[in-house]
């Protein structure tokens, strides 16, 4: 073996270093929540779920001790990555089983706390592996390296799943509907007795029309009603409305909702709130309908489930899906019928029409190899690494004096907990983010949701370029104008615009939810938006972090910090999905504003010195 280099150059490893500590948090933070929205995971699931998935950023300060206490920080970063590229691995091989929620969950988990751990170990060793003038330098590059990262995750992988979605599967069923004046009811009298052989070549989809028409009759609401309950209740117990994990038959899955009662409390944010209808109107009449149904041409293989997603994608908007957006597909109910309702705008009195697809990519295939290519660039990092991180002298476990690394840091906590005011910091790291901690897990699920339930209807793809590129880019110039401005006129000047900056912005959501705009750029322009807001705000954060930290112990203390940081956002996000089932996405984002209203309070309480940041030369960089 040759002789270990003490130094290399840092051009060799701090970029790669920290594109591989971005890489796992992006991914357990935002890449896992757009997953297993397309996996059919609902709302409710996903932010309770992936909120817990913090925890081991909440609780990173208490295990720092044993990274330092035990081996070497190049040990626990080798180490770490190793075990990240075994948790990706986990998560690509179990997303194709039944039950996959519950076993990539637990593959997340390994995914968090090896994140975290690196996390430490990277940090430290970066400032043993450099002398002074070198962490100086570097510390814009290792910032830069860590945003890429971001980029790679919320955008380059999203977009790639996106691809591989609409590239594998079953291929494309196109509809075209049309308002006719001529047409008058098309219904099926008996849903049940709809079966439907087997046929020669390669499984497809298939469908009762490609065209349909629509006549421009006013029919009463409570025949609609009775046609859409029917529609419903076939497609339920054929199950065809079953969650991605949940392997109950879709009779059994309804007779457990109709025993389901809500509780008082949800009884009382319901009413509160209310949630918002899709049709409106309180005349007995309503617009005519039409029904389409799809089936698949032959028996899926066993225990392969195809989801077919059926939506809008252009044309009038008087012509709406009203039931049936997406279907599950197995070898049980392949050659049943799944229905879907289409309805005309009662105001309707012209010629119109719309062109719908029906589309059934192989969904957990494409995220299978995004995160397989994933494990694969983890073994790189491990093996890179292994040979070209420098082996620093003073890289050593922590000595053990008479006190013991654990007395200091029961110390560092001690205090950190006798600051003064101690109560409204905390209170402020906790609540400056209330709004944005719900809003981040929906975000993502709002863009995906079919137009037809609220959401914008967009493409995995579309989703990851937003977030990913246009988001990211608006969130760094907002970072970087907040710490420019910060820096010449002190935080306390600023700290009320910067309050503004990262909540008021959340109302953009309110307008995207209420108009639905199809247009991308609209979109893209409201997010970029909130996103510069984000990144202008969030500096105020990050400095009255450093600013509590400030003294003996600031390494710890500001680490201290971070944990409660994570914890405001942790704890909101994990009811945040439950509260927009229950009240739906318009009143969902109202509610996220009014969250917003107890950072405004707690601020005017919190200790800071008017001269903080003022002249400094030195650079906050925000990751």
């Keep these: 073996m040759g002789k270990k280099k003490k130094f290399r150059n840092p051009w060799a490893w701090v970029p790669t270093l920290y594109y591989a500590e971005g890489i796992p948090y992006v991914i357990v933070m935002s890449v896992s929540v757009i997953m297993y929205k397309r996996l059919g995971i609902s709302n409710t699931d996903i932010a309770l779920y992936t909120s817990w998935l913090y925890l081991p950023w909440v609780i990173k300060p208490l295990w720092s001790p044993v990274v330092d206490l035990f081996k070497t920080k190049r040990f626990w970063i080798i180490s770490m990555q190793l075990l990240v590229g ?338 409204v910091i905390l209170g402020f790291l906790l609540l400056f983010r209330l709004g944005e901690s719900q809003l981040v897990k929906l975000a993502a699920p709002f863009m995906l949701d079919a137009r037809e339930i609220g959401g914008l209807g967009l493409t995995t793809g579309e989703v990851g370029l937003i977030y990913g590129t246009i988001g990211i880019l608006a969130l760094t110039a907002g970072g970087l104008l907040g710490g420019f401005l910060a820096a010449k006129q002190g935080l306390k000047y600023w700290i009320w615009w910067m309050l503004i900056a990262i909540n008021l912005p959340d109302a953009v959501y309110i307008y995207l939810s209420y108009v639905q705009p199809e247009s991308f750029t609209a979109i893209a322009s409201a997010v970029a938006v909130e996103q510069f807001g984000y990144g202008f705000g969030f500096t105020a954060y990050m400095l009255f972090m450093i600013y509590i930290s400030d003294g003996e112990f600031k390494t710890a203390h500001f680490a201290i910090a971070t944990g409660f940081m994570a914890l405001g956002m942790m704890v909101p996000g994990m009811f945040s999905g439950w509260l927009e089932e229950l009240i739906g996405y318009q009143h969902f984002f109202v509610w996220v504003v009014i969250a917003t209203i107890p950072a405004f309070i707690i601020t005017k309480f919190i200790p800071l010195d008017p001269n903080f940041g003022k002249k400094t030369k030195e650079k906050i960089q925000i990751e």
């Excluded at 690196?118 to 910032?143: P, T």
């Excluded at 509809?175 to 006719?180: P, R, T």
């Excluded at 009603?225 to 209740?233: G, P």
């Excluded at 195809?306 to 044309?315: C, D, K, L, R």
Aim: glycine residues 8%; proline residues 4%.
């Design 86 to 423: 075994a948790g990706l691995a986990g998560v690509a091989l179990t997303i194709p089983v039944p039950h996959f929620f519950r076993y990539t969950l637990a593959f997340f988990w390994l995914l968090a706390f090896s994140s975290a751990t690196h996390d430490i170990a990277a940090d430290g060793f970066y400032m043993l592996g450099l002398d002074e003038h070198d962490q100086a330098f570097f510390v814009g590059i290792r910032s830069t390296f860590y945003r890429f990262a971001m980029i790679t995750g919320q955008g380059l992988l999203i977009i790639l799943a996106g691809y591989l979605e609409s590239s594998t599967g079953l291929p494309p069923v196109e509809l075209s509907i049309q308002s006719n004046p001529t047409h008058e009811v098309s219904t099926i009298s008996n849903f049940d007795s709809l079966h439907f052989n087997e046929l020669p070549g390669n499984l497809r989809i298939l469908t009762n029309t490609s065209d349909l028409k629509i006549g421009m009759l006013s029919r009463k609401r409570s025949n609609v009603d009775l046609i859409i309950n029917k529609v419903k209740e076939s497609n339920t117990s054929n199950g065809f409305y079953e969650d991605a994990n949940n392997k109950e038959t879709g009779q059994q899955a309804k007779q457990k909702n109709a025993k389901k009662e809500l509780s008082w409390f949800s009884k009382t944010i319901k009413d509160l709130f209310g949630k918002e209808k899709k049709i409106i109107k309180k005349e007995n009449t309503v617009g005519n309908f039409g029904i389409v149904y799809f089936h698949l041409s032959k028996k899926p293989p066993h225990n392969e489930n195809v989801i077919v997603n059926f939506a809008q994608e252009g044309g009038s908007k008087s012509i709406r899906l009203v039931e049936g957006h997406r279907f599950e597909f197995n070898d049980k109910n392949w050659n049943r019928p799944a229905f879907a309702v289409i309805q005309l705008d009662p105001k309707l009195k012209k010629v119109e029409s719309a062109e719908f697809v029906s589309r059934a990519g192989n969904i957990p295939l494409a995220w299978m190899i995004t995160i397989a290519i994933l494990a694969a660039l983890f073994l790189v990092f491990f093996l890179y690494h292994k040979f070209i991180l420098p082996y620093p002298d003073i890289d050593k476990p922590a000595s053990r004096g008479d006190e013991g690394i654990f007395g200091e840091f029961i110390k560092t906590f001690v205090l950190f907990f006798k600051k003064e005011q101690i109560g």
